[in-house]
Structures are given as structure tokens and as C-alpha cells.
């Protein structure tokens, strides 16, 4: 599917068309009919599963903040810098994960690990 489809859009669009239809492909398949098996033929509750990965997608939006901002603040030839962005993002991202992304039941079991660490 994806290699028809980009090749009806590689015509009109170049290489754009190549990554255009690629995402229509993954969209449709991955997208609908994945999500239309798993309802119909395995009976997983998909509204439900797709509420919970909204639940964990609102993390993203104060990392996509914090890195807009970030790239004009860095300088760009400085790599001590960038590698300092990006232990930055990654501690961001766990913190906003950690309380806004997770269960309290993995929330817990995260803390047992953490402590279990700490005291050997």
C-alpha cells in the first residue's frame, strides 16, 4: 500500500509526495485497520486505549515548549551545551511522565524500584 501510494504522489510532489504518502500508508493501516482488528477480532476496548496514550500524550506538549525555546537559547556549535539539552529534556520528560502519564499503581511499583536501588 505505502509503495502505490507514494508513487501516485512522488509524481505531483517529489520527494514530499514520498514521506506524504508514506503517512497516508501508515495512517491507514496502522491507523484504522489495526485499530478496527483489534476492536472487531481480539475485542480490545479501543476508545479506552486510546484515551490512556492521550493521557500520556499531554506530557509532550511542555517538552515541545522546552525544546522551541531551548534551540534559541543554545548555541549550536557548542556540543557541552547541546549534550546539557538533552540530559535536560530527558530528566523534564521523566518528571512530567512520571506524574502526569502514569497510573498511581506505576507510580508505585516505579518507587519500590527506585528505593529497592537505593538501599543496596
Known sequence: MNIIISCIFIVQWKEIGAALGTAVAWIIGSGFIMNWYYSRRIGLDIKKFWLEILSMAKCGIPLIVF??????????SSLCVYFIFIILFAVLYAILLYFFGMKKTERITIKRQV???LKR
Open 67 to 76: 525544546g522551541v525555546l531551548m534551540q534559541h537559547v543554545i548555541e549550536k
Open 115 to 117: 528505593i529497592a536501588k
